[in-house]
């Protein structure tokens, strides 16, 4: 771990790791609840055309895939909300629309090609710069802020959206606060996880988690431990093995979610025997 500190881009991949590890996990547990666990899988896919356009245009393709992912999100939301399209093929039309459009995108840019997405479908260590830090320290900040002040809001709505509304809470500002904020989570994670794999650094964790407590509240912090430990366990594992990031913090995750799943059918198999007398 020490040789690891040597480098200052191991530094700032780590320190953006750790980020996107409490991150995602906090926005994904209301995803979860509230049974969006593909929508940062349609986000991720939507966030592609962002980064081509930014390669296109010659801005920073971090903040194109916000702009453009936040678009897609609040979309999404409205023609889940308001038309006639169930919500999965709603999800469907913008994995193919962003997919079409970042290919697309990208050819068109000067001197771009598809390898040029690469780094960004699947993470990678060293393209991780000193502003992506400050970009996504700053996106962060944002995703946990609101899930600090909106959070009994966001339960409420999660638990029923009918008894949210019922109670006069805000349901459509809600509705899209998850979806916008799950497109943040989405750009901060995307150096270090990738595109294609974010939405299961959104999911796992809280999966595992559900397996090993029963509150909310005690989901969402121990999601949020997990994440830590499959991002920064998987980006250390990838500088040694030399591989993309994104598919060993994932199989870190998963491998978690596996014996998490064990211990806890263990667990409560032994609860009636301890009880008896």
Known sequence: MIDLLQFDFMQRALI?????????????????????????????????????????????????????????????????????????????????????GGVLLISLAPGGSNST???????????????????????AAAVLGV???????????CQDEEVAKASGLPVRFLSLLIAITAALTVVIAMR???????????????ATSQQLTRSFRSTMLLSMLFGMIATVGGLTSSFYVEVPPGAIIVIVALGGFVLALGLGRFVRRSRPQESSP
Request: aromatic share 6%; charged share 10%; hydrophobic share 60%.
């Open 16 to 100: 953006a790791a750790l980020l996107v590890g409490l991150a995602a996990p906090a926005i994904g547990t209301f995803m979860v609840q509230r049974r969006l666990s593909l929508l940062g899988d349609g986000i991720g896919h939507v966030a592609l055309t962002g980064v081509a356009l930014g390669f296109l245009t010659g801005t920073a393709p971090v903040l194109t895939a916000v702009a453009v992912s936040v678009a897609g999100a609040v979309a999404i939301e409205l023609v889940r909300e308001r038309g006639r399209t169930s919500g999965d093929v709603a999800l469907a039309l913008l994995f193919y629309g962003g997919i079409a």
């Open 117 to 139: 997405l690469m780094s960004y479908l699947f993470g990678s260590i060293s393209s991780v710069s000193l502003q992506d830090v400050w970009v996504i320290a700053s996106l």
């Open 192 to 206: 270090v996880v990738g595109l294609l794999l974010v939405s299961a650094l959104m999911v796992v964790p809280v």
């Open 147 to 157: 899930v600090v002040i909106f959070g009994r809001e966001l339960y409420v709505l």
